[in-house]
């Protein structure tokens, strides 16, 4: 499948057809990473010996208990290496100590569901007993029946109604005292049943208990993942923490241990239960044998003895039982203690945590927040000032004074802020980007991956960096984060008055962003569009100059103000002969021209608009357009920047000459401080290993995802799947004619997310521009392992390199490239191509994976930004 992007032959506004057309499809799922699982819990067949499960205290012998501690064992352990290959072990404990505790948690945790379970266990045994003390209670009522009876015909002996052979065998004394012998075994029975409803009422407390276990239970589940969170911290802790942990994980499992005794113990006391009932039996039976052997004295004793010592055994059992219980009840209690410290402790080292590597969103926000303060005039200049710099230098002090600030009222934030104030230097610069785009937010084309890939990359070299864009009423606000509205007016320069902008300001992919929003009555940016307006050129004059206002109003102490193409180019000549002479200027001015097709030419009466001076800019030397009786804002930048730079080197020559579209003399002129610099991508954007616009994600050691993603677009294109490597084609006017083409499709939109899927699904992604600054397209698609087909023109000849061609160096060559703008020599690229993908698939597999890791980054071009930034401010500083 492939993938081309139209001829270049127009910029901004971009033509809808000017990038990505393919087709493919896939109905899989994409691979997600796996969700953690708790901890695996066992169940053991019979109660368990928890202390043998517990660390270093095991005493079990039990094969099956071992087996299980074993299992466990193996999870904790290859959990840890899991752990300690994520966070390493950055605080110099050693592994072993880390291992012993991580394990003892575990075992701790699981021995804790262990203890559950032996609870149920207990219980289960419990209403066991419960159903015997029925049988007990059946058994004593036909014992009390049968002895009633044996009473009856003890009276009718006594009244000579009985027989003879009763009279002959007992003496009316012995019948006396028999009787009295059956009364006291009655008066036994009583007792007994009475011990049963209080065994009854143990019965109840067991159940009030388990109710209560359950409510542990479930914070325990609640605590789970904190828990889980806790153990990843405690590999980050410093050993004081660690010891403190150890000894309260050691408590726990001391703790865990008394309380499984005594869950044993209350299993022995049942299992005693057992015993009495045997006893039971036995009395039954030989009640029976008292009954047949017709009432022996000898027997009726017996029975008075045996009942004696059921009731003694009854006590002790129910004295035990109830002792058991309330040594649990307290345990539990004790465990709820230290789980509630466990649990303190454990948010207060998730705080710490995060103020530790606290990210750059909340770095900008902090930004910002100065910002804000300088405006509405709550702090000095020289404390905004301080206070960036301490931002700058990622400061621990503002990093905890902004985390303690939660709750606070703002005059209590500032002076919060102001109190940690302290002097410090720092060789990271303040780089402002004053642009019109900024992706995501306000995207139309490759300009805004530059502004916060170059942005973002430069932060993370340890620079300030802040960016201004307009306020657009199409802008993606769902992309800002924190997007407010300053308590602040700012009023700025145009066409002779005064006019209120309101200031916005959020964070947009960890950078902080302001948002300018004229109250002009042109509504300059609600235009439902970011270009293409019949005004654009005051628009933009407009822009410029209301940003130059909020830089100066702030009174930033700026190294590099970053302009980007003629929308923008205003500032250069503005902050020179407008806002240089009132003091702001401290910084040096950076002009950077992604494409000199667009050059913002105009009547010179235009460019008094924005205050700039016609009189004084309307020379050969300054503002004149080269070949027309204009002023060209380009050339202005060119004249007024301290630094000038476009986006390949290859460009950057070509513009020296017919590509300057009539600025090649200037450039020739300023060639000093000109430059071309390659841009980069953000490779966390396109990255086909986290991309979630993708149906598959996968990575350059696993490609099946790749045509996963194919055949996931095909099949949304409705394309033939017939053939899976059958090529795509495109062109505007054909459109129509492929809409019911089993192979081609020609798609006329902007579509972030199908981009992203375009890219992954193709196998070749064909650039054929007659000219192209830098491009991007060809460098996301090696990313997404597409084989680049190019024109040899701009960015494409410093970043693919021919497959076949042997004066290069074998390592750099990643795809094929033509020179002659004509369908002959696009044909035959293609047809090279073909030839490897078709005939000799594993050295195309080798091409693909060899593309997917090249490093497009931004680190080495935002470096090369670096190096003429910092001789700039280092040639002004000298000059100064
Ligand atoms: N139709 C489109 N839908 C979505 N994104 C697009 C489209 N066309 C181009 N893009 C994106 O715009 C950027 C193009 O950058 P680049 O190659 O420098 O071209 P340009 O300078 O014309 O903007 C890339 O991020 C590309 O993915």
């Known amino acids: 499948m492939w993938a081309a992007r139209g001829a270049r032959d127009t910029r901004r506004p971009p033509s809808p057809s000017?990038?990505?057309h393919s087709a493919t499809f896939s109905n899989r799922r994409p691979t997600r990473t796996p969700t953690p699982r708790p901890p695996s819990r066992v169940v053991p067949s019979s109660p368990p010996r928890t202390a043998a499960e517990l660390p270093r205290k095991s005493t079990s012998n039990d094969k099956?208990?071992?087996?299980?501690?074993?299992?466990?064992?193996?999870?904790?352990?290859?959990?840890?290496?899991?752990?300690?290959e994520k966070y390493g072990d950055e605080n110099g404990i050693s592994n072993l100590q880390l291992e012993d505790l991580i394990q003892m948690i575990q075992n701790t945790e699981k021995n804790i569901m262990l203890l559950n379970q032996a609870r149920l266990q207990a219980l289960e045994h419990v209403e066991t007993v419960l159903k015997e003390k029925e049988d007990l209670q059946r058994k004593l009522k036909i014992l009390e029946t049968r002895l009633s009876e044996t009473d009856a015909r003890l009276k009718l002996s006594a009244e000579g109604q009985f027989g003879t052979e009763i009279n002959d065998s007992l003496p009316v004394l012995e019948l006396d005292d028999i009787?009295?012998?059956?009364?006291?075994?009655?008066?036994?029975?009583?007792?007994l049943k009475t011990m049963l409803i209080e065994v009854a009422e143990t019965e109840n407390s067991i159940f009030t208990l388990e109710k209560e276990r359950a409510l542990l239970d479930a914070s325990l589940r609640e605590l789970e993942p904190r828990f889980i969170d806790a153990q990843a911290d405690m590999l980050k802790s410093g050993p004081r923490q660690y010891d403190a942990w150890w000894e309260k994980v050691e408590n726990l499992g001391d703790l865990l241990e008394t309380a499984t005794n005594k869950v044993e113990n209350a299993a022995m006391v049942l299992g005693r239960n057992h015993d009495l009932e045997d006893k039971v039996d036995k009395l039954e039976a030989s009640l029976a044998e008292a009954n047949i052997s017709k009432f022996s004295c000898y027997f009726v004793d017996l029975l008075q003895e045996k009942i004696k010592s059921v009731e003694e055994r009854f006590q002790v059992c129910n004295h035990e039982m109830h002792s058991q219980i309330e040594l649990y009840e307290n345990s539990i209690a004790e465990f709820h203690d230290i789980l509630s410290k466990l649990v303190e402790e454990t948010e207060k080292r998730s705080l710490e945590h995060s103020a530790s590597s606290m990210p750059s969103e909340l770095w900008s926000r902090i930004s910002l927040l100065i910002d804000g303060w300088l405006l509405e005039k709550r702090i000095s200049y020289n404390d905004a000032n301080t206070l960036r710099e301490m931002v700058r230098k990622r400061d621990s002090c503002l990093r905890e004074a902004y985390l303690s600030c939660r709750g606070m009222k703002d005059r209590e934030i500032v002076d919060n802020f102001l109190k940690i104030t302290l002097p410090g230097t720092s060789s990271g610069l303040h780089i402002i980007h004053i642009a019109a785009e900024m992706a995501p937010v306000a995207k139309v084309g490759g300009l805004a991956d530059v502004i916060s890939g170059l942005g973002k990359a430069l932060q993370k070299k340890g620079h300030l960096v802040e960016i201004i864009l307009p306020k657009y009423d199409c802008m993606q606000n769902d992309q800002v984060n924190n997007l407010k509205v300053l308590d602040v007016v700012v009023q700025s320069y145009f066409e002779g008055n005064l006019f209120n902008n309101k200031i916005w300001t959020g964070t947009v992919e960890g950078l902080p962003v302001y948002f300018i929003e004229p109250q002009h009555p042109a509504k300059f940016f609600w235009r439902a569009q970011y270009y293409g307006e019949h005004d654009d050129f005051k628009r933009f004059a407009y822009f410029s100059r209301a940003a130059l206002e909020l830089l100066y109003q702030s009174q930033k102490k700026i190294d590099i103000i970053h302009c980007h193409d003629w929308q923008t180019a205003?500032?250069?000549p503005l902050y020179w002969e407008a806002y240089a002479n009132l003091g702001f200027n401290s910084a040096r001015i950076c002009f950077t021209c992604h494409n000199f097709e667009y050059q913002g030419a105009a009547p010179a009466q235009d460019l008094a608009c924005c205050g700039l001076d016609v009189q004084q800019l309307d020379r050969e030397d300054r503002m004149r357009d080269n070949s027309h009786g204009r002023i060209n804002v380009v050339k202005g930048a060119i004249v007024y920047s301290n630094i000038v730079t476009t986006v390949s080197p290859t460009y950057a020559l070509e513009v020296r000459s017919e590509g300057g579209r009539g600025l090649q003399d200037s450039l020739k002129l300023h060639s000093r401080k000109f430059v071309g610099i390659?841009?980069?991508?953000?490779?966390?954007?396109?990255?086909?290993?986290?991309?979630?616009h993708l149906k598959v994600q996968y990575n350059a050691n696993d490609l099946q995802g790749k045509a996963a993603n194919k055949a996931a677009l095909r099949k949304q294109l409705n394309l033939s799947s017939t053939n899976a490597s059958q090529p795509l084609r495109e062109f505007e006017g054909i459109a129509d004619h492929f809409q019911n083409n089993n192979n081609i499709r020609l798609l006329l939109k902007y579509d972030d997310s199908l981009s992203h899927w375009i890219y992954a699904a193709s196998d070749m992604f064909i650039v054929p521009s007659m000219f192209e600054p830098c491009g991007l397209t060809q460098m996301i698609a090696m990313r997404y392992g597409s084989v680049p087909i190019v024109r040899k023109t701009g960015g494409l000849n410093d970043s693919v390199f021919d497959f076949d061609d042997e004066t290069i160096p074998k390592e750099l060559r990643n795809g094929f490239t033509f020179v002659h703008p004509d369908e002959k020599a696009l044909s035959g690229a293609m047809e090279r191509a073909f030839n490897y993908y078709n005939r000799k698939p594993e050295v195309w597999k080798q091409l693909v994976q060899k593309d997917m890791r090249i490093d497009f980054s931004w680190a080495s071009s935002a470096s090369q930004y670096e190096d003429i930034y910092q001789r700039a401010v280092a040639r002004a500083r000298a000059a100064a």
Do not use: C, Y
């Not at 009787?179 to 007792?191: A, R, S, T």
């Not at 980069?680 to 086909?688: A, E, K, Q, V």
């Open 570 to 572: 205003f500032v250069a």
């Open 18 to 20: 000017s990038s990505l």
């Open 678 to 692: 390659l841009n980069g991508i953000d490779t966390d954007t396109w990255n086909p290993s986290t991309d979630r």
């Open 64 to 84: 099956h208990h071992n087996r299980v501690n074993m299992q466990r064992d193996e999870a904790s352990v290859s959990s840890d290496k899991e752990r300690q």
């Open 179 to 191: 009787k009295e012998e059956n009364m006291l075994l009655k008066d036994d029975i009583q007792f």
